[in-house]
């Protein structure tokens, strides 16, 4: 009886340990602009007008990586800019990244757990010039969480991602440029 209670404790230990994250911190290399002042010529914010061409709902299933999934729809829909509108579902596992600093050169935290399941509360970014760049927030009983959505993010039941494709002609070139600034 003993034995088997030590047992027991013992396989739940390892299970929580199975299903705990994995935290990964790397940080950007530096380079010249990352100690340059913000430049009068670029504007605090600027707009950008363009024109939704259609509407492209993707699903996918069971095991999918979800990242993967993006870029091939993106690809086989020959989309070059969209923007990413909704996404909901579930994952069996995550890999995500965030911002883990304020200063330059920029750090980020990689989160990565291969044994825990999450909802997608939420799927929104864009794809400019063909590059998915999404970002993507779960959640569980506890806490919802998340940043940029990395490959090694496994679909549960299904997942369900919306764009709007944008006209090609728009300008996206410093969009998502940090040194744009």
């Given at each position: 009886m003993k034995r088997t209670l030590v047992a027991l404790i013992l396989l739940a230990g390892a299970a929580r340990l199975a299903a705990q994250d994995v935290r990964t911190e790397t940080t950007s290399p530096a380079n010249a602009a990352d100690a340059q002042?913000?430049?009068?010529?670029?504007?605090?914010?600027?707009?950008?007008a363009t024109t939704l061409q259609r509407v492209v709902v993707l699903?996918?299933?069971?095991?999918?990586?979800?990242?993967?999934?993006?870029?091939?729809?993106?690809?086989?829909?020959?989309?070059?800019?969209?923007?990413?509108?909704?996404?909901?579902?579930?994952v069996r596992s995550y890999h995500y990244h965030a911002v883990s600093n304020r200063e330059f050169p920029s750090k980020n935290i990689f989160v990565r757990n291969a044994a825990k399941p999450a909802d997608i509360a939420s799927v929104n970014g864009y794809v400019i010039d063909g590059r998915v760049h999404a970002h993507v927030v779960f959640s569980d009983?506890?806490?919802?969480?998340?940043?940029?959505?990395?490959?090694?993010?496994?679909?549960?039941?299904f997942a369900i991602v919306t764009l709007g494709v944008l006209d090609?002609?728009?300008?996206?070139?410093?969009?998502?440029?940090?040194?744009y600034r």
């Open positions: 002042p913000n430049s009068d010529r670029v504007p605090p914010g600027y707009a950008i699903r996918f299933k069971y095991q999918a990586d979800l990242l993967a999934g993006l870029e091939a729809a993106v690809r086989e829909q020959k989309i070059r800019h969209a923007v990413i509108l909704a996404g909901i579902g579930s009983e506890h806490q919802a969480f998340g940043g940029h959505l990395e490959s090694g993010t496994s679909v549960f039941t090609d002609a728009t300008k996206f070139e410093h969009l998502d440029d940090k040194n």
